[in-house]
């Protein structure tokens, strides 16, 4: 079979060799486009490609019909926004992506913007400390778990609510349930969100959830932007001089929420999973998923059935 690693930002050089030996080791090919910069580039190379793996890549009806023997793609991360999975599904192309290899770079991030954020950006100022606050987790899955362990090593009182999560598997881990979204952010001095962009969660936080968050609250994205209605969030940390907004996703808005100097960040590109271990991790697990596709007919991870 043919495999095309279509990266427009490339693996690192590790997890690429990692890749190769898995594909080749199973007797398959392997095709590298990398740091493509013109559409057919990518609708050229995987015109005679058996399977596809992508990182931020966006597999698009125009590249699915361009796919003559597509048969698998898989999402090197969690999220999976960037393709088209219900086009996929009529084309009879199974699109998969790799939970839990890129969980503990994103939540080690939350950190890194959290801690940053509480100390007043390193301005030199006075800032605060985590010990002792409360930690509102939105969903708590691989990366929601991390934030978790985490958490409880800097003292912190950490919360969740996931609604396909049962409270009992979130007590488990020694976390406190709640009930609903909006007692997560009533209850917390800091919500950290990890839910996907889906009909139901974009613009899902607005002003009237954030607004329910106790004074000098901070709210950390590492999910999605489309989960932030961002209009709302402007007004309110307008009206809500002590609220904080770090994240991990540039807003559409980013020189609007710039004028909130000392309350705002925004990484320049997303930087959740860019560790050399997540990178090298996510790779070679996309790789196995796929030989396990073609030798036994594996979908575990299918996330378009």
């Known amino acids: 079979m043919k495999i095309l690693v279509a990266t427009e930002k490339p693996f690192a050089a590790a997890a690429v060799n990692g890749i190769k030996a898995e594909i080749e080791g199973a007797g398959n090919e392997l095709v590298l486009l990398e ?19 992508i990182r931020s890549d966006k597999v698009t009806p125009e590249v699915l019909d361009a796919a003559k023997q597509l048969k698998i793609v898989v999402r090197a991360g969690a999220g999976y926004d960037n393709v088209d999975c219900a086009y996929a599904k009529e084309k009879g192309v199974v699109v998969e ?10 939540a080690e991030l939350v950190f890194g913007l ?11 100022k006075s800032g605060s400390e985590l010990l002792g606050k409360k930690l509102g987790i939105l969903a708590f899955g691989n990366v929601g778990r991390n934030v978790a362990h985490i958490a ?16 009992e598997a979130i007590e488990a881990a020694g976390v406190t349930a709640v009930d ?28 009237a959830l954030v607004g ?37 996703i540039m807003p559409d808005a980013d020189a609007e929420f710039r004028k909130f100097e000392g309350r705002y960040f ?35 991870y299918q996330v378009n059935k």
């Open 152 to 167: 409880k090593g800097f003292g912190m009182e950490v919360s969740a609510y996931d609604a396909f999560c049962p409270k």
């Open 35 to 53: 740091k493509y910069t013109d559409k057919q580039q990518l609708l050229d190379a995987v015109a005679d490609a058996d399977a596809m793996i």
């Open 97 to 106: 992506n790799t939970p839990g290899q890129n969980s503990n770079a994103v």
């Open 114 to 124: 959290l801690v940053y954020a509480v100390r007043n950006f390193y301005n030199g």
């Open 212 to 248: 329910k968050m106790k004074k000098n609250a901070i709210l950390v994205n590492t999910a999605r932007k489309e989960v932030i209605n961002e209009p709302e969030l402007l007004k309110l940390m307008e009206e809500r001089t002590d609220i904080k907004y770090v994240t991990d």
């Open 180 to 207: 609903s979204q909006d007692a997560l952010f009533e209850n917390c001095d800091v919500v950290s969100l990890h839910i996907p962009a889906t009909p139901q969660t974009k613009q899902s936080i607005n002003a």
């Open 266 to 300: 925004s990484t320049p590109k997303k930087m959740g999973a860019q560790t050399a271990e997540a990178n090298i991790n996510a790779g070679i697990a996309a790789a196995k998923q796929i030989n396990a596709f073609f030798s036994e007919g594996c979908t575990k």
